[in-house]
């Protein structure tokens, strides 16, 4: 299951917690179970705000140490460490 949004959707822009609130809503999936996967601290703010888990990965927009200062729940460096992520 996913929700893809941007920034010219109906709902605010990050990091309101409300793309996040609506598509989780849309699928009918409770925060407590979602993980929010982002690489920047817009990410884990917005995430944060919605109540869902958040794994930052330094492979992304924002250098990693920009990321790990973000403080997420997760940090990953590589995709195959998504994989170890949510499969354990």
């Known amino acids: 299951v996913a929700q893809v949004g941007g920034g ?12 996040l ?4 809503e849309a699928e009918g999936i409770a925060p407590s179970v979602a993980l929010m996967v982002g690489d920047s601290p817009t990410d884990v703010s917005a995430a944060r705000a919605a109540r869902i888990s958040v794994c930052g990965v330094t492979y992304g927009y924002k ?9 997420p729940d997760f940090v990953i460096d590589t995709f ?8 354990s």
């Not at 609130?21 to 989780?24: P, T």
């Not at 250098?63 to 403080?71: L, Q």
């Not at 195959?80 to 499969?87: I, N």
């Open 21 to 24: 609130s609506h598509g989780l």
């Open 80 to 87: 195959s460490e998504m994989l170890e992520l949510v499969c």
């Open 8 to 19: 010219d959707g109906p709902v605010a822009r990050q990091p309101s917690p409300e793309p």
């Open 63 to 71: 250098p990693a140490e920009v990321v790990r200062a973000a403080k």
